[in-house]
């Protein structure tokens, strides 16, 4: 891994539990649209940008998928078994390794796009989403705060050719938000912040789930 690059990316992790809920900050939330159509080799990536951090419980789930994910991702393959693509940050939480140019190991080009072989490796086993991919990855561009306590637009959300400015006058959230927060919080949970955005809420609550 180069350490320039690890140091000059910002981080994507999750943060220690200091309470049961988490504040959504929904204005900024409402202010993009995001859609994820893979990302363009010659644009922004978020599999280059940042630096990928799981806890220990996410990284036995991936380490269970890499033969999947090998299958795209052929250079994870050593010998008879796989490469450890992580590398130990502190006790219960480890970043994802990255290629010299400073692309997460787990990413693969396709057609001159970059796409996330864990995503693909999920759908072709039929497991859920969450069930293989990283929670910081799963909620980009929503950013979790230091302390997990508040979740919002990434600030440099807009630099990514996924996101836009939302039309003026909406309130609605962006599907792939509604999606990403069942995902993460639990079934019905993005389709309720969906509605108080609707209804002109700025700022909403979520329960965390284990």
Known sequence: MSTNHRIARKRKAPQSRRKKTVSVDLASLRSVEHRCRGC???EPC???SYEVCVTREEMERIIEVLPEAAKLCPHLRSGQGYDNVFEYVEPGLY???TTEDGLCLLAYADDHTVRCSLHAAGKSLGLSLEKVKPKACLLWPMSLSEGDEVLSLAGDALSF??????RKGSRGLSPAFVEAVELVYGEGTGVRLAQEARAGALVATLQRRG
């Open 161 to 166: 050719g996924c996101t836009a400015p939302a």
């Open 46 to 48: 978020c599999c280059s």
């Open 40 to 42: 363009a080799e010659s």
């Open 95 to 97: 970043a994802l390794d």
